[in-house]
């Protein structure tokens, strides 16, 4: 490719990106009309909300234990970047009181598309899990609670392998009908692929409409993006990603984990589609959290933007 | 690193039924690959001049000149020749590069002889919609089967821009085994994209590819030890337990 002169090496570095090449997708809090962006895919949809599971889904999975003012600082910076929804950790309790208590706004359910995982999991089968979330939904619908339900092993089970459709439409219908504003669907091992995701979700569209839903991809092969992009064409609008792609994979030693996202944001920028979400202080709360827990970031954005 | 090229080409293994091109910049290393057995050779175009002019030196109308004398000889000598185009989706020193510009110097290129051109993302800056519409203004001037996409990892974007390339109908990919290979124009930056991540993709889509994901993850380790450096394939990181 010939020698690179040591000026060009600059060229994409981070303070480059920031400056001038906007084309290749800043978006800057607030900044955006969503009138000038025209999507270049028709098809897709306008807007894109990011759920940013990086401090609960990706901690909960680093190997490092994160000291709390640090995970404090984190999700305040993560509150900087233009992010509407961010997880901020998790109270495993079949009672949901502690978490109200402590001044939680909104809780999560989780369930599963497979009767293994569940009694792995959670050590009951998918119908008793779900009585259990009856329950607690009913009670939080009562206090005007938003719940997200989410469904693992969307697109297959480390378990079962392969996970029919039905059985995912099954479940997500479930959580919707007793009251889930929104259902996530995981693919907790990532061995998804864009034809497993449009199969599972054509199923799943046909019982609860694409508003609802949301994609949580993760990148264990390395077919995430490529995995969300499908769901885009599909009408899904929600994605759940994690700054810095944190967290790795219980299931496969030495994987990665979440989507990051930053990468994420790149790709939805380049397709002209409105996030709200400022790329570069993302990037920096990712750079923050990764020194935090001494690791190298998974975001292929970060890694190129950032001098090695 | 190339320096034995001469002798690489005459020790490996030359398999029927597998191609083994080679990468000849010049009439003179089109000469010597022909001397060394070569059987198909690969030239090199950019749609940016900047690039052009940094990397070869010369205007894109002069590299044309010269990779036409190439194709011309390669004709000659029944030599089948494969063109790549540099920076369709981005240039590192002119930022946008323009669909049209694309189309014009893929259809040069084809119209000289190249049987089929590989439109390179070279700084994986990409993404789908810009894939989509840089592939619209090409496949107006070459027929979609003679492309290729060659998409770099640099951000990530790889698999979601082949994907996109693969919906409009493209189905020549380019990829490299681990995703071997940084980027000099970022320093840190990952390369190409991973051959077993796109096999695994393809494979999952139902696409046949006649390439087998084992013996495939076992050449990416083989070459990782030897080079003393940690996968970029993801398939192959979750493949591996540590």
Same mark, same amino acid.
């Given at each position: 490719?010939?020698?690179?002169?040591?000026?060009?090496?600059?060229?994409?570095?981070?303070q480059?990106?920031?400056?001038?090449?906007?084309?290749?997708g800043?978006?800057?809090?607030?900044?955006?009309?969503?009138?000038?962006?025209?999507?270049?895919?028709?098809?897709?949809?306008?807007?894109?909300?990011?759920?940013?599971?990086?401090?609960?889904?990706?901690?909960?999975?680093e190997?490092?234990i994160?000291?709390?003012?640090?995970?404090?600082?984190?999700?305040?910076?993560?509150?900087?970047?233009?992010?509407?929804?961010?997880?901020?950790?998790?109270?495993?309790?079949?009672?949901?009181?502690?978490?109200?208590?402590?001044?939680?706004?909104?809780?999560?359910?989780?369930?599963?598309?497979?009767?293994?995982?569940?009694?792995?999991?959670?050590?009951?089968?998918?119908?008793?899990?779900?009585?259990?979330?009856?329950?607690?939904?009913?009670?939080?619908?009562?206090?005007?609670?938003?719940?997200r339900?989410?469904?693992?092993?969307?697109?297959?089970?480390?378990?079962?392998?392969?996970?029919?459709?039905?059985?995912?439409?099954?479940?997500?219908?479930?959580?919707y009908?007793m009251?889930?504003?929104?259902?996530?669907?995981?693919?907790?091992?990532?061995? %998804?692929?864009?034809?497993s995701?449009?199969?599972? !979700?054509?199923? $799943? #569209?046909?019982?609860?409409?694409?508003?609802?839903? =949301? @994609?949580?991809?993760?990148?264990?092969?390395?077919?995430?993006?490529?995995?969300?992009?499908?769901?885009?064409?599909?009408?899904?609008?929600?994605?759940?990603?994690?700054?810095?792609?944190?967290?790795?994979?219980?299931?496969?030693?030495?994987?990665?984990?979440?989507?990051?996202?930053?990468?994420?944001?790149?790709?939805?920028? %380049?397709?002209?589609?409105?996030?709200?979400?400022? !790329?570069?202080? $993302? #990037?920096?709360?990712?750079?923050?959290?990764?020194? =935090? @827990?001494?690791?190298?970031?998974?975001?292929?954005?970060?890694?190129?933007?950032?001098?090695? | 690193?190339?320096?034995?090229?001469?002798?690489?080409?005459?020790?490996?293994?030359?398999?029927?039924?597998?191609?083994?091109?080679?990468?000849?910049?010049?009439?003179?290393?089109?000469?010597?690959?022909?001397?060394?057995?070569?059987?198909?050779v690969?030239?090199?175009?950019?749609?940016?001049?900047?690039?052009?002019?940094?990397?070869?030196?010369?205007?894109?109308?002069?590299?044309?000149?010269?990779?036409?004398?190439?194709?011309?000889?390669?004709?000659?000598?029944?030599?089948?020749?494969?063109?790549?185009?540099?920076?369709?989706?981005?240039?590192?020193?002119?930022?946008?590069?323009?669909?049209?510009?694309?189309?014009?110097?893929?259809k040069?290129?084809?119209?000289?002889?190249?049987?089929?051109?590989?439109?390179?993302?070279?700084?994986?800056?990409?993404?789908?919609?810009?894939?989509?519409?840089?592939?619209?203004?090409v496949?107006?001037?070459?027929?979609?089967?003679?492309?290729?996409?060659h998409?770099?990892?640099?951000?990530?974007?790889?698999?979601?821009?082949?994907?996109?390339?693969?919906?409009?109908?493209?189905?020549?990919?380019?990829?490299?085994?681990?995703?071997?290979?940084?980027?000099?124009?970022?320093?840190?930056?990952?390369?190409n994209?991973?051959?077993?991540?796109?096999?695994?993709?393809?494979?999952?889509?139902?696409?046949?590819?006649?390439?087998?994901?084992?013996?495939?993850?076992?050449?990416?380790?083989?070459?990782?030890?030897?080079?003393?450096?940690?996968?970029?394939?993801?398939?192959?990181?979750?493949?591996?337990?540590?």
């Amino acid at each position: 490719m010939g020698n690179v002169p040591s000026a060009v090496k600059h060229c994409l570095s981070y303070q480059q990106l920031l400056r001038e090449h906007l084309w290749i997708g800043d978006s800057v809090a607030g900044a955006l009309d969503p009138a000038q962006e025209t999507s270049q895919l028709s098809g897709l949809p306008e807007y894109v909300k990011i759920v940013e599971v990086g401090p609960r889904d990706g901690l909960q999975n680093e190997k490092v234990i994160v000291p709390t003012d640090i995970k404090i600082e984190f999700i305040n910076q993560l509150s900087q970047t233009g992010l509407s929804v961010i997880e901020v950790t998790s109270f495993v309790s079949s009672r949901w009181v502690p978490q109200v208590a402590a001044g939680a706004t909104e809780i999560s359910v989780f369930g599963a598309a497979s009767e293994s995982f569940s009694k792995k999991n959670i050590n009951c089968s998918i119908e008793e899990s779900m009585q259990k979330f009856e329950e607690v939904v009913k009670s939080a619908r009562h206090m005007n609670i938003p719940v997200r339900g989410y469904v693992s092993c969307a697109l297959g089970c480390p378990y079962e392998g392969t996970i029919s459709p039905q059985k995912v439409t099954e479940v997500s219908k479930r959580l919707y009908g007793m009251g889930c504003y929104e259902i996530s669907l995981g693919d907790t091992i990532g061995v %998804g692929t864009p034809g497993s995701m449009k199969r599972m !979700l054509e199923s $799943v #569209m046909k019982e609860i409409p694409p508003s609802a839903l =949301a @994609v949580h991809c993760h990148d264990t092969y390395g077919q995430a993006l490529a995995n969300i992009l499908t769901a885009l064409q599909m009408g899904i609008n929600v994605v759940d990603s994690a700054v810095s792609g944190l967290g790795g994979c219980p299931y496969a030693k030495g994987a990665s984990g979440n989507v990051a996202t930053e990468d994420l944001i790149y790709m939805l920028n %380049g397709l002209g589609l409105n996030t709200g979400v400022n !790329l570069y202080k $993302v #990037m920096e709360a990712g750079d923050f959290i990764c020194k =935090a @827990v001494n690791k190298t970031t998974n975001s292929k954005v970060a890694q190129a933007s950032f001098s090695a | 690193q190339m320096a034995d090229n001469a002798e690489v080409l005459k020790g490996i293994q030359k398999f029927p039924g597998i191609n083994y091109p080679v990468l000849t910049p010049n009439i003179k290393g089109f000469q010597a690959a022909i001397a060394a057995g070569a059987k198909e050779v690969t030239v090199f175009g950019a749609a940016s001049e900047l690039f052009t002019k940094k990397n070869t030196n010369c205007s894109i109308e002069e590299s044309l000149q010269r990779s036409d004398e190439i194709l011309r000889a390669a004709r000659a000598a029944g030599i089948p020749v494969r063109g790549y185009v540099s920076c369709v989706l981005g240039c590192p020193y002119e930022g946008k590069i323009s669909p049209a510009k694309v189309a014009e110097v893929t259809k040069k290129m084809y119209s000289m002889g190249c049987y089929e051109i590989s439109l390179g993302d070279t700084i994986g800056v990409g993404t789908p919609g810009v894939m989509k519409d840089m592939l619209s203004a090409v496949m107006h001037e070459v027929p979609v089967a003679a492309l290729a996409v060659h998409c770099h990892d640099t951000y990530g974007q790889a698999l979601a821009n082949t994907l996109m390339a693969l919906q409009m109908g493209v189905s020549v990919v380019d990829s490299s085994v681990a995703g071997l290979g940084g980027c000099p124009y970022a320093q840190g930056a990952s390369g190409n994209l991973a051959t077993e991540d796109l096999v695994y993709m393809l494979s999952g889509l139902g696409i046949h590819t006649g390439v087998n994901l084992q013996k495939l993850l076992e050449a990416g380790t083989f070459i990782c030890q030897a080079l003393n450096r940690k996968t970029s394939s993801k398939v192959a990181q979750a493949t591996c337990k540590l």
